[in-house]
């Protein structure tokens, strides 16, 4: 186990945050990708098309959102171990 400063911990949760979101957008584009050539095999409107199903960029903001809770998620699960299986109401 490394012994990380919580500045290291928090960027590391950063990056996996915006990992997440980078796949979770690469899957939207891939599925609007997948729509949008139904789409023109199917004759409709392709303006239709970019006002309904094409993704939105995430915003720093939600990198953020997402960090705070891996963090959360994580420091909950630490504190339960180290309680012996309790949670923190329960480890009181």
Do not use: C, H, W
């Amino acid at each position: 186990m490394s012994n990380k400063n919580p500045f290291e911990i928090r960027l590391e949760t950063l990056k996996m945050a915006k990992e997440m979101l980078d796949q979770q957008m690469q899957m939207q584009e891939s599925f609007a990708y997948q729509v949008l050539d139904q789409f023109k095999d199917q004759g409709k409107d392709i303006a239709e098309f970019y006002a309904t199903y094409t993704p939105k960029m995430y915003q720093p903001a939600e990198i953020v959102k997402k960090a705070d809770e891996l963090y959360q998620f994580i420091s909950n699960n630490t504190m339960s171990v180290v309680n012996g299986g309790k949670n923190k109401k329960d480890a009181a």
